[in-house]
C-alpha cells in the first residue's frame, strides 16, 4: 500500500509566549515494513532551522527553538510512504513464551541485549495484580509466544470498550484496567504491561491506520487515524511481530510507523517547554490516504 499522509497540530494561547522550543517525533523513517518516499515538517512560527537527531529507541526526531512572541504554534507533517503486507509466521513455530523470557533475563548478562530494555515498567506501563492475572491466563505453561500474545490481543479487544470518553493522555493503566475501557493508547500500555508483568519485552509503536475507505468491508478503529499498537519479542528467529488490540489483528499494510518507545511519554509526536501562553488549546488534523 502507497499512502500520502498529512498530520497538523494547532496550539493556540490565550496570550503570546515569549519563547519555546519543541521536540518532535513526526518524521517517518524506513524500516523493513515501510519506505519513505517524501517527508517534510513545516512549521509557524517558523523558529529557524529544525535540527534533526535520532533518539536511544533509533527515532527520527526534530529539535526547534522560536524566540519570538506567538499566540498560535502550528506544525504539519506531510509524507509519502510505502507499506509492505506483512505474514505472520506460524503461531505454533515461535518459541515458547518461558524460553523467551529466559534469553531476556539471561544469567547475569541477558543474550538479547536491546530487547531487555522494553522488559521492565515504564511510567505509564506499570502492572499491577489485576493486570499481571490477565495476561496469565493466555501465558499458559510452554505455550508459544506468538499463540499467547496473539491470544491477549484477541481478549483485550472482546474484554474493554473502546470509549474515547473514559481516558485521557495520561490516564493510569491501571485505572483503564479497572474502568475496561479506553483507546488505542489505553489497550497498547494494557497489553504491554501484561507482557513486561511476565518478563516478555513489549514496546509501545505510534503511527497511522488507513480506516474505513469506499468499498472496504470492514471498519477499523483509531483516533483521527492516529494511532498506537503493540510490538512483541519473539526471539531472534522471529523478531518483533507488531500486534494490533484495537482491531485484533496483527499489523500489516494498513499501519504507517511513526516512532517505537517504552511508551507514549518517550515518543509523544510534539511535547516542549515554552514561556508564557498560559492556558492553551490544541487541535489535531490527520489524513492517511490510499494513492492509487
Known sequence: MKYRLRHTTSYSY????????????????????????????????????????IDHFGNRTGYLAIEEPHTRFDVELTAEVEVRPFTPPDMAATPAWEKVRAALNGDGIPEASAPCEFVLDSPLAVANKAISDYGAVSLTPQRPILAAARELTTR????????????????????????RAGVCQDFAHLQIAMLRAHGLAARYVS?????????????????DASHAWVSVWCGEEFGWIDLDPTNNLIVSEDHVTTAVGRDYSDISPVRGVVLGGGPHRVNVAVELLPLT
Not at 20 to 32: F, G, R, V
Open 207 to 223: 503511527g497511522y491506520i488507513r480506516t474505513m475507505q469506499p468499498g472496504d468491508t470492514a471498519d477499523l478503529r483509531g483516533f
Open 156 to 179: 483485550i479487544n472482546k474484554d474493554f470498550r473502546y470509549d474515547p470518553t473514559a481516558t485521557e493522555v495520561f490516564t493510569p493503566v491501571a485505572e483503564a484496567m479497572e474502568k
Open 14 to 53: 490565550s496570550w503570546a509566549v515569549d519563547m519555546s522550543h519543541h521536540l518532535l517525533h513526526l518524521a517517518l523513517q524506513d524500516s523493513e515494513r515501510q519506505t519513505v518516499r517524501d517527508c517534510r515538517i513545516v512549521t509557524a512560527p517558523e523558529g529557524g532551522r529544525i535540527t534533526e537527531g
